[in-house]
T-cell receptor, first 113, second 114 residues
Framework: ELKVEQNPLFLSMQEGKNYTIYCNYS?????LYWYRQDPGKSLESLFV?????AVKQEGRLMASLDTKARLSTLHITAAVHDLSATYFC?????????????FGKGTHLIIQP | GAGVSQSPSNKVTEKGKDVELRCDPI?????LYWYRQSLGQGLEFLIY????????KSGLPSDRFSAERTGGSVSTLTIQRTQQEDSAVYLC????????????FGPGTRLTVT
């Protein structure tokens, strides 16, 4: 059974600081996804990482994937209040997304002014 | 273009009643997925369709749950004899095709069973 673990599950930080969210998964996969969810809203796709060593950046967020270590990171640089949300990583259950995604429990991020 | 749409956005039902949730995927997306999000269980994958076919229904929580998709487009998730533990947000997602990677999520249906 595929397991996806995120840490931390809750993070409160100040604006301007840097931090990293970690996502470990239990089986071999070369497809990992990061999503953002605002309160009462649906999931917004942030990054799709499709190969070992993949790195993607959008604004103050950068995601990377190490398939050998079964680890992905989401790095936040110089955090701003608008980045407050819950962040989920997710991994394919089977061949190419055919069987859905297994999600981590999410990291609830609060950025204080 | 239009994203994934779901209806109703909210549904309150009495225990024991049947409910039907609807998902309209992004036009041209052949793969469709149902997930459930609850406080206790987090985000759970329920079922996926490639076209009108659902190869694996083992993710459905019980035999009270069923799903169908017709015409390769709209899908319905039906819950019979609802129980309080069915209360959750039901999310639908679609992608271009099986193995095409990114899944786009709809706004969800919040189901409350009283």
């Amino acid at each position: 059974e595929l397991k996806v673990e995120q840490n931390p599950l809750f993070l409160s930080m100040q604006e301007g600081k840097n931090y990293t969210i970690y996502c470990n998964y239990s089986t071999t996969s070369d497809r990992l996804y990061w999503y953002r969810q605002d309160p009462g809203k649906s999931l917004e796709s942030l990054f799709v990482l499709l190969s070992n060593g993949a790195v993607k950046q959008e604004g103050r967020l950068m995601a990377s994937l190490d398939t050998k270590a079964r680890l992905s990171t989401l790095h936040i640089t110089a955090a701003v209040h608008d980045l407050s949300a819950t962040y989920f990583c997710a991994v394919d259950n089977g061949g190419g997304g055919a069987d859905g995604l297994t999600f981590g429990k999410g990291t609830h991020l609060i950025i204080q002014p | 273009g239009a994203g994934v749409s779901q209806s109703p956005s909210n549904k309150v039902t009495e225990k024991g009643k049947d409910v039907e949730l609807r998902c309209d995927p992004i036009s041209g997306h052949t793969a469709l997925y149902w997930y459930r999000q609850s406080l206790g269980q987090g985000l759970e994958f329920l079922i996926y369709f490639q076209g009108n076919s659902a190869p694996d229904k083992s993710g459905l929580p019980s035999d009270r749950f069923s799903a169908e998709r017709t015409g390769g487009s709209v899908s319905t998730l039906t819950i019979q004899r609802t129980q309080q533990e069915d209360s959750a947000v039901y999310l639908c997602a679609s992608s271009l095709a099986r193995g095409a990677g990114e899944q786009y999520f709809g706004p969800g249906t919040r189901l409350t069973v009283t």
